[in-house]
């Protein structure tokens, strides 16, 4: 933190306030803070509040004739070593996900090209909904860190996530950001297989699973993260593409198959795709109609990616595969594990809301035994197994 330039943009909230800490723990770390209120932070704590307390000029217009004769906002927004929104509303998180360039925080944040770091509060409904996640997802993606908000009671009286975190935090994660980013995967190459595929019984229907690629495209990102160049080989899901990743899109299983050939050579391969074990044998080209009769639908076996990779000539020196399973997760993911003849099986039970949810539990089997994590956002399940194959490798 020492030396280091922080740019802070307070959001608009009852967490307003705690910004206010923010910036006293920054300087007491030996950085400093410009801060740009917006019209809406400003109904919370008045700006020159955090002038005192930064020692410096408080922006809060678009407008300024003195400062945007100098194009302060693209000044702001080059000259800051990183740049916090702190709290980050809904509001605002949905602002930056679009790309919006209404008012001199979203101005300064589209015109950065330093790290941006971004610390939600909300009520819980807010956070919870499927815009907001949305949101969050997208803006994850395009490389900007969003940090998770704490739990507890609400100025609205309600109790769940969406407390903006401590500010201690917040300045940890400050402090890790300005941190030199270690790389141990860089010249890796790394091969990703993630969500469903879809088998066609006519042009209009098909056989698949419920997938969502949440898990695969976070464990992409969490490994490009990590300097590795990363092939995403992605069924038809509808999320964006994690930062720093190749991606390959893909309906059947066949095709997937086909695509994960194309990407070898890879050093590690984690094959996390929900994969449909059958396919219409022949598949009508017209629409099925509905008549006296009940069609038949013969079924055919779709090629095994993870056991034919095992058995590859070019198979990854590290090969991991998943297992979701219902029941007896354990015992079917050490069968696996043996079956296909890889050496990690990540096995997690689907039971429950895991297929689209936004938490994982999951066991990693290898032949030395069996390491159970504790049920986490899909995000750090991704982290913690991006280091553990670093580790390996």
Not at 51 to 69: F, G, I, P, Y
Not at 112 to 120: C, I, Y
Not at 204 to 211: C, G, H, K, Q
Not at 333 to 342: I, T
Request: proline share 6%.
């Amino acid at each position: 933190m020492q030396g280091k330039r922080i740019l802070l943009i307070v959001g608009g909230g009852i967490a307003a306030y705690k910004a206010c800490e923010i910036v006293r723990l920054i300087r007491k770390a030996g950085g400093s803070v410009h801060c740009v209120v917006t019209d809406a932070a400003a109904q919370f704590v008045a700006p020159m509040t955090f002038a005192a307390l930064s020692e410096q000029q408080v922006h809060t217009s678009l407008w300024d004739l003195k400062d945007e004769a100098e194009m302060g906002h693209i000044q702001l927004s080059r000259q800051a070593d990183l740049v916090v929104v702190a709290p980050a509303t809904a509001d605002l998180l949905a602002r930056m996900a679009a790309g919006l360039a209404d008012d001199l925080a979203t101005t300064l944040l589209l015109a950065t090209d330093k790290p941006v770091l971004a610390a939600p509060a909300m009520n819980v409904r807010m956070w919870q909904h499927p815009a907001t996640r949305r949101n969050v997802a997208q803006l994850r993606a395009d490389g900007i860190t969003v940090l998770e908000p704490d739990e507890g009671p609400m100025a609205c009286g309600e109790y769940g996530p969406g407390r903006l975190p401590d500010p201690a935090t917040i300045v940890a994660a400050i402090d890790a950001a300005l941190a030199p980013v270690p790389r141990p995967l860089a010249g890796r190459h790394v091969l990703v297989t993630a969500g469903p595929t879809h088998e066609p019984i006519d042009p209009v229907r098909y056989i698949a699973n419920r997938s969502s690629g949440k898990q695969g495209f976070a464990i992409a990102g969490a490994l490009a993260a990590l300097g590795a160049r990363v092939t995403l080989v992605a069924g038809p899901v509808t999320l964006a593409t994690p930062a720093g990743v190749d991606r390959v899109d893909v309906e059947t299983a066949r095709e997937m198959a086909a695509a994960v050939d194309a990407a070898l050579p890879a050093d590690v391969a984690v094959l996390v795709a929900a994969v449909a074990d059958w396919r219409a044998e022949a598949p009508a080209g017209q629409k099925i109609k509905k008549g006296a009769d009940t069609p038949t639908l013969t079924l055919a076996e779709n090629p095994d990616i993870l056991a034919g990779l095992a058995r590859s000539d070019r198979r990854p020196s590290l090969l991991i595969g998943f297992a979701a399973e219902t029941e007896h997760v354990i015992d079917h993911a050490r069968a696996k594990l043996a079956r296909k003849g890889c050496d990690w099986i990540v096995a997690n039970d689907v039971s429950g809301n895991v297929m689209g949810g936004a938490l994982n539990r999951v066991h990693i089997i290898t032949a030395d035994g069996v390491e159970t994590w504790d049920e986490a956002p899909k995000d750090a399940v991704a982290r913690k197994l991006a280091e553990r194959i670093s580790d390996a490798l």
